[in-house]
C-alpha cells in the first residue's frame, strides 16, 4: 500500500499543474479577446499651423484679418506721402483734453506741406527765372562779341589804352537816345548800305574774317574790360564820336574836341 503512494501524490501534482495550466491559458485568451473588441483610435504628432509656427500668437489662437488690431504707428494721411503724422506718446488725460488739443496739433503738422498749386508755382519761377539767366548771358556774350569786333577791326594797332577809348564810344552812345540802344545795334548802325554805317568796318563789303587770333584775343578781352566798368578810359568822358587823325570828317567842326590818344582824335557832342 505503501509503495502507492508516491505514484499517487505524483499524480495529484500532475492534475493540479494542467488545472492551474488551464486557467492561466483562459484568463489570457478573455484578456486578448477584450483587446481585440476595443476600437482603434489613430494618433498623429501634434500639428501647428503655418500661422502659428514661428510667431507668439498662442496655440490656440486664430488669424483675423477683419479683426486685426490697428497700430496707431502705421497711420499714413492720404494727401500725400509726407503728411505723416507722428504718434503722441500715450500720456494719460482727460478725455476733454485729447478731443480738444489733438486735432489743433493735427491741422499744424499738415499745414506745414505745401498745397500742389504752390508747389509747381515754385517750379514755374526756378524755370523762368533759369530761363532769363540763360538768355541774359547770350545776349552778354553777343554784345560783347560785336564791341570785340569794333576794337579789333577799328583800333586793333592802338594802345590798350585807345581800345578801351574805342569801345567807351560805343557804349556812350548807347546811352545816348540818338542812337541804338544795344551794342550790336550801335556798331553795325548803317550797315545795310554800303558807306553809310558808323563804324567803316561794317559797310566797307570786305567779310569781317578775323586773321590775327592773338588781336582777336586781346580785343575781348578789351571788350570785357570796358562792359565790365573799367575807370582808366574815363579821360574820354562822354565822347560819342572819333576819327583818324588823316581824315578830316565835316561833321568835327560841330563838336567839341576832348582828347587824341595814339592815331584818334575823340570829341562830345555837348
Not at 503512494?5 to 492551474?20: D, R
Amino acid at each position: 500500500m505503501l509503495s502507492y503512494v508516491p505514484y499517487a501524490f505524483g499524480g495529484a501534482m500532475l492534475i493540479a499543474s494542467f488545472a492551474f495550466a488551464g486557467h492561466y491559458m483562459g484568463r489570457n485568451a478573455v484578456a486578448h479577446s477584450l483587446v481585440e473588441e476595443e476600437p482603434q483610435v489613430a494618433t498623429s504628432s501634434p500639428v501647428s499651423t503655418l500661422i502659428q509656427k514661428g510667431s507668439l500668437m498662442p496655440s490656440d489662437a486664430t488669424l483675423d484679418l477683419v479683426n486685426l488690431p490697428i497700430i496707431r504707428e502705421q497711420e499714413v494721411v492720404s494727401t500725400s506721402k509726407g503728411d505723416y503724422i507722428e504718434p503722441e506718446p500715450d500720456v494719460p488725460e482727460a478725455p476733454e483734453a485729447v478731443v480738444k488739443h489733438e486735432p489743433e496739433k493735427i491741422e499744424k503738422r499738415l499745414a506745414l506741406t505745401p498745397p500742389v498749386w504752390k508747389m509747381e508755382s515754385t517750379f514755374k519761377l526756378k524755370r523762368n527765372e533759369k530761363q532769363k539767366v540763360v538768355a541774359q548771358r547770350r545776349i552778354r556774350m553777343a554784345e560783347e562779341n560785336c564791341l570785340a569786333k569794333a576794337v579789333y577791326f577799328e583800333a586793333r594797332s592802338e594802345s590798350e589804352l585807345g581800345q578801351l577809348a574805342v569801345a567807351k564810344v560805343v557804349l556812350n552812345r548807347v546811352k545816348d537816345p540818338n542812337f541804338p540802344k544795344t551794342i550790336c545795334g550801335v556798331v553795325y548802325q548803317g550797315s545795310d548800305r554800303r558807306n553809310s554805317c558808323q563804324f567803316s568796318f561794317a559797310c566797307d563789303g570786305v567779310a569781317d574774317e578775323v586773321k590775327n587770333k592773338a588781336a582777336w584775343e586781346n580785343s575781348k578781352r578789351v571788350a570785357q574790360k570796358a562792359i565790365d566798368g573799367d575807370q582808366t578810359i574815363r579821360v574820354i568822358g562822354a565822347a560819342t564820336n572819333y576819327h583818324a587823325d588823316y581824315v578830316r570828317p565835316r561833321w568835327a567842326k560841330e563838336m567839341r574836341k576832348l582828347i587824341k590818344i595814339g592815331r584818334h582824335i575823340f570829341y562830345s557832342d555837348s
